[in-house]
């Protein structure tokens, strides 16, 4: 036999010996493993302890008023007579109202809001506006923001479907009043004021018209 084939089957039982040795290390498994993962069906599992809870709060009511307080009630039945409505929605009018009603009084343009007023607010609005010429006075705003908006109260009647929602503002503008020798006699057009009003806007849940009057005014 050459050595050639002698070296042929030393090599060979090498390898034999290696496999059968490796086999039986890897075959065989001791110590801390970890077990194998069941598979999964496509289900979800619910926590142990977890429950689902439905049916809880309206943010959109909540995140503006005490959740159980006189507000909060009437804005739900304000929503259960009127599922559309929205008070996020109702306050974001009401910033653009605001402004919109509050330069024309100032400018005493308040025949174009008229539509947005009550009898009541209008009637007063005129007069304020009529009292104010007959002095003389002018006023100059320039507005520049509300700096503060929040629900103050609200308010439902069931059988009348009407909804009330006061809204507490806080403005910042530029304000003077001069008077007919274009002296000023209030307001500075250097200084900011703040402006602060409560208005009450009203409307009936479910009505056609979707415009909110104003009902009343206050501080």
Request: net charge negative; hydrophobic share 45%; proline share 5%.
């Amino acid at each position: 036999m050459n050595s050639s084939l002698i070296q042929l089957l030393v090599l060979a039982g090498i390898a034999v010996f290696l496999i059968l040795k490796l086999k039986s290390v890897l075959g065989t498994r001791e110590g801390f493993e970890k077990p194998p993962l069941p598979m999964d069906d496509d289900k979800p599992r619910a926590r142990k302890g977890f429950e689902v809870i439905e049916g809880g709060p309206d943010h959109d009511i909540v995140d503006h008023v005490a959740d159980g307080s006189d507000a909060a009630n009437a804005l739900y039945a304000m929503k259960n007579a009127e599922p559309s409505f929205s008070v996020g929605e109702f306050l974001g009018g009401a910033r653009g109202a605001y402004e919109m009603i509050f330069m024309a009084f100032e400018k005493g343009e308040i025949e174009e809001i008229k539509p947005f007023l009550s009898p009541d607010v209008y009637e007063s609005f005129a007069e304020a506006v009529a009292a104010r010429e007959a002095q003389g006075l002018t006023v100059e705003v320039n507005f520049i923001g509300i700096s503060e908006l929040a629900v103050q109260s609200a308010d439902f009647d069931a059988s009348s479907r009407e909804g009330e929602v006061s809204v507490r503002f806080v403005a910042e503008l530029y304000s003077v009043v001069r008077n007919k020798l274009g002296e000023i006699v209030e307001g500075s057009p250097n200084e900011i004021k703040r402006q602060r009003d409560v208005w009450t806007f009203a409307r009936q849940m479910g009505a056609d018209d979707p415009n909110w009057l104003l009902v009343a005014t206050g501080d």
